[in-house]
Nanobody, 126 residues
Framework: EVQLQASGGGLVQAGGSLRLSCAAS????????IAWFRQAPGKEREGVSC????????YYEDSVKGRFFISRDNAKNTVYLHMYDLKPEDTAVYFC???????????????????WGQGTLVTVSS
């Protein structure tokens, strides 16, 4: 059974940093594409960052480029989202997702192929 456990969210002031972690189990982690999505109150879910299996393609949403960085530790079956210079508009629930559709221009829900973690809340105060 695929399981994803996201953690690391919290309350931070604008300009601060957080590192989100997503611990995965139940599948061969390093073969899988992984994504971070977020959903802010009243807004649609959006793909923030993702990479495909083998990390050949890595995508960042325009508003986070240069501030967020995705990485994985295959030995720990964990993917990270390193977030710097956080802004109030980054406030959202962040989800890690397996098997997204990864393109150079975006990350998309893979539908039945994707598994979603429970989400971790990031709140950035101004």
């Amino acid at each position: 059974e695929v399981q994803l456990q996201a953690s690391g969210g919290g309350l931070v002031q604008a300009g601060g940093s957080l590192r989100l972690s997503c611990a995965a189990s139940g599948f061969t982690f390093d073969d899988y594409a992984i994504a971070w999505f977020r959903q802010a109150p009243g807004k649609e879910r959006e793909g923030v960052s993702c990479f495909n299996g083998g990390d050949v393609i890595t995508y960042y949403e325009d508003s986070v480029k240069g501030r967020f960085f995705i990485s994985r530790d295959n030995a720990k079956n964990t993917v990270y989202l390193h977030m710097y210079d956080l802004k109030p508009e980054d406030t959202a629930v962040y989800f890690c997702v397996t098997d997204p559709v990864v393109r150079g221009y975006g990350c998309y829900d893979g539908g039945e192929d994707s598994h979603w973690g429970q989400g971790t809340l990031v709140t950035v105060s101004s």
